[in-house]
């Protein structure tokens, strides 16, 4: 697949972001069900053509072990640490933020082929504590993954139905 030599460079260090707002510096992939997801690279801005295609077949994996039928499964957890995305969803959740994973949604991954997504830092709370607002529904009866709203939310409903994310 890559040469050796180049294998640690063109796997990282990324800052990464589930973007609703592609800019020039974006892989899109076809996500589920006609849906599509935008990454969006931050750092760095400009990739060689070996780091953009690893990095596009890196978050296609990623993609197909969310989206395994057999929710026992656990090949997601290779490339997401579950600690630091426990952590962000709860946040979420506790902001209210009806704009987590659709967009404004930052992880990083570090240099190394074995290496996870870690979720994080949290940013753009402009949406946050707005789904009253929307649905005049203040009994917050819904968690963020259930409950449509004019933003559509990657990933992470799909995850949510994995018992050891729920576990985490």
Avoid: C
Wanted: hydrophobic content about 35%; glycine content about 4%.
């Amino acid at each position: 697949e890559y040469e050796t030599d180049s294998l640690l460079i063109a796997t990282g260090s990324w800052l990464l972001e589930i973007d609703n707002h592609p800019s020039d510096n974006h892989i899109k992939l076809p996500e589920h069900a006609g849906d599509s997801i935008v990454i969006t690279y931050h750092s760095p801005e400009h990739l060689s053509p070996l780091q953009e295609q690893y990095l596009t077949d890196w978050i296609s994996r990623v993609n197909a072990a969310i989206y395994n039928p057999d929710k026992t499964s656990t090949e997601w957890e290779q490339y997401i640490d579950i600690e630091t995305l426990a952590m962000y969803y709860i946040i979420a959740e506790i902001m209210d933020d009806i704009e987590r994973f659709s967009g404004s949604s930052y992880m990083f991954k570090r240099q190394g082929n074995d290496t996870k997504l870690i979720f994080g830092p949290v940013w753009d709370f402009g949406n946050a504590f707005n789904r009253w607002g929307l649905f005049e529904d203040t009994s917050f009866s819904y968690f963020l993954y259930d409950q449509p709203t004019v933003f559509t939310s990657h990933w992470i409903k799909e995850i949510s139905r994995f018992p050891h994310f729920q576990q985490a």
